[in-house]
Structure formats: structure tokens, C-alpha cells
């Protein structure tokens, strides 16, 4: 264990509150691709931030939704790894933590984490773009490889298309999620920032929200990101290799 990792584990073993804020990168070493990787198959030729707004979705639905039910049957067969395991054993030890995550997958669900707060939304509630946005049930399919165009489902209650239930570019994020995170990080001693470029606001204000309210901030990223200048700690690897070592025994 290096010098730096062992004080980010004695930081993490003396705090009363920490929070954990992750990022794509939590689930890379699961094989969920980070949302700047390059796009594969039908969408190689797209760019992700173009794909993942409301304008996409209404100029070309089957496009935007074929998409995300790729993504979501991804998620469904990528198994949590090493770091998501680590991050709930953590909430066991350290009773007063919370887990903030810009991540639509549920991996940190099944990993044990109780009630990780999705501020980008999730690919496992998707509702109708009506008035009412109703939650829709629809069965899970399998996506083929290489993706394809796939029309998306309509409301049983109102008729309107269904749209996935995550935050896209423009949009604005769930209020009471990111009240509740701003609310964490201005009061936690300890915020554990993983596997994020920091650069997608307003989530990337939450580790500067914990560094200007005295906390320690810690980053697990394998590369530099703009945290580096708020970061008291920058642990340079990836989230499976490291959180494991920052669980207090
Ligand atoms: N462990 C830790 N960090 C990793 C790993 C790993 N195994 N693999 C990659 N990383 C790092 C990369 O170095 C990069 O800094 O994870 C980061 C992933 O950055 P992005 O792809 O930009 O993802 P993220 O920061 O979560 O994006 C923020 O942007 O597009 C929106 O809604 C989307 O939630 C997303 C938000």
C-alpha cells in the first residue's frame, strides 16, 4: 500500500461522515464503458453528449432509445466489481455515509450499497415524456451487439412515448437528489471522489463544495482530472485496485 494510500485510509478509519461521489469510471472494470469512451456498433459514428439530449430523442426516437436499451442490457449483464463491493462495506463501517453517483447503472444497488443518490437519473426507471410522467414496465430485452434502431414503447396510461429515465444535456437534475448531495458534501469530513473527469456540472461543484467546507477530498482516477488542484489526496489507480484498501477493519 502506497504512502498516499495509507493516509486516505487513516483519513477514512477517523471520519464520522464521508461521502462517496462517483463517477463512469466506478464501472469500467465491470465492462460498462465510460460515458467519453468512444461509441461502438450504430452509434460509432455519434458523438455521446449529441445522443444524450432531448433534441435527440425527438428527432430521431428509435435512434436515442435503441441506445439506451443497449446500454441498459449492458448494465444488466455487468456484474458489480471489487470498488462497488468496497463502497458498501465502507457504509457498513462508517454509518455516516452517503453515496452520490452521476452513474445510470445499478451496480452499486447490487453490490449492497442501501440508497446510492442518482443525480443523472437511472436506466431502470424509464416514464412517459406526458404530463404525467408515468413510470413505465415494459420487459427486459436483449440488445444485440452491435445495437440497433428501436422504437420506444407507449404509455399505458396516457399514450405518450416513453423516454429513459435519466438526466440529459439540458436538462435540469432531480431537485431533492441534488439538494440532498449539496447537503452531504458541506458537511462530510472525508469525500471520496472516484472514477469522474469532473467536468459535468453541476454534479462536478459537489467535491469543490466539500473542499471549501474543510473536508478532506480524495481522488481514486487512474488519470488527471481538474479535482487534482481540490483534491488533499490524489490516489492515482483505478476503483476496483484501491477503494478495497480505504474500508477501515
Ligand atoms: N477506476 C477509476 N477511474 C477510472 C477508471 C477506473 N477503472 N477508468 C476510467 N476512469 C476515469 C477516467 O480517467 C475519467 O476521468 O473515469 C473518468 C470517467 O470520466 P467520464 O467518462 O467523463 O465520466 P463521468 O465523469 O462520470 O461523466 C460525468 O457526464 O456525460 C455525462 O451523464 C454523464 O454522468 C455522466 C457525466
Known amino acids: 500500500m502506497t504512502g498516499a494510500v495509507e493516509a486516505a485510509a487513516a483519513l477514512v478509519a477517523g471520519a464520522h461522515s464521508v461521502v462517496v461521489f462517483t463517477g463512469a469510471g ?6 460498462v464503458p465510460t460515458f467519453r469512451d468512444d461509441l461502438t456498433g450504430l452509434w460509432a459514428r455519434f458523438d455521446a ?15 436515442v432509445w435503441g441506445w439506451y436499451e443497449w446500454r441498459r442490457s449492458r ?8 470498488g462497488h463491493r468496497a463502497v458498501a462495506a465502507l457504509e457498513a463501517a462508517v454509518p455516516g455515509t452517503t453515496v452520490v453517483t452521476q452513474n445510470v447503472d445499478d451496480l452499486h444497488e447490487r453490490a449492497g450499497s442501501t440508497a446510492p443518490n442518482h443525480l443523472h437519473g437511472s436506466l431502470f426507471a424509464p416514464r412517459c415524456i406526458g404530463a404525467g410522467a408515468h413510470p413505465a414496465v415494459f420487459p427486459d430485452a436483449e440488445e444485440p451487439q452491435e445495437g440497433r434502431r428501436l422504437a420506444p414503447p407507449r404509455c399505458d396510461a396516457c399514450g405518450a412515448l416513453v ?16 439538494r440532498a448531495a449539496v447537503a452531504a458534501a458541506a458537511s462530510c469530513d472525508v469525500l471520496l471522489t472516484v472514477g469522474t473527469s469532473g467536468v459535468v456540472y453541476p454534479a462536478a461543484e459537489i467535491p469543490r463544495i466539500a473542499a471549501r467546507a474543510g473536508a478532506a477530498v480524495v481522488q481514486v482516477n487512474p488519470d488527471p482530472t481538474p479535482l487534482d488542484a481540490v483534491s488533499t489526496l490524489n490516489l492515482r489507480g483505478t476503483a476496483a485496485t484501491i477503494l478495497p484498501a480505504l474500508v477501515p477493519v
Do not use: I
Open 163 to 178: 423516454r429513459p429515465g435519466v438526466v440529459w444535456f439540458g436538462e435540469a437534475l432531480p431537485e431533492e437528489a441534488l
Open 75 to 82: 448494465a444488466r449483464r455487468a456484474e458489480p466489481n471489487a
Open 49 to 63: 453528449e449529441r445522443l444524450a439530449t432531448p433534441e435527440a430523442f425527438h428527432a430521431d426516437p428509435d435512434l
Open 26 to 31: 466506478m464501472s469500467a472494470e465491470s465492462g
